[in-house]
């Protein structure tokens, strides 16, 4: 799966545990908690989305691993398999 694909897949995700928020307006540095305003709950949904559609387990000490939607992409590249 290429960046741009598990991007819009990390953005699905996302926009899944948090439909106020509008996709094309995610930006790749933006921070998950600091800039869209996701609590620690829907961090816990977004984990379990991710797991379900990429069957990745992500440890809480990962966490700051996928802080942004860069940094998860980088994530999800290192722990996927395709």
């Known amino acids: 799966m290429s960046a741009q ?10 926009v899944a545990v948090a439909p106020d928020i509008d996709a094309a307006t995610v930006g790749d ?3 998950l908690q600091d800039d ?7 961090i816990l949904n977004l984990v379990a989305a991710l797991h379900k559609r ?3 387990a ?10 942004t939607p860069d940094k ?5 590249q290192q722990h996927t398999k395709s």
């Not at 869209?36 to 829907?42: R, V």
């Not at 992500?58 to 802080?67: R, T």
């Not at 998860?72 to 999800?76: C, E, G, H, Q, T």
């Open 36 to 42: 869209l305003e996701l609590d620690s709950m829907d």
């Open 72 to 76: 998860a992409v980088k994530y999800l």
């Open 54 to 56: 990429f069957g990745v």
């Open 58 to 67: 992500i440890a809480e000490s990962d966490y700051q691993q996928i802080a």
């Open 29 to 31: 540095n933006d921070h």
């Open 5 to 14: 694909e598990l991007r819009s897949a990390f953005l699905d995700c996302l």
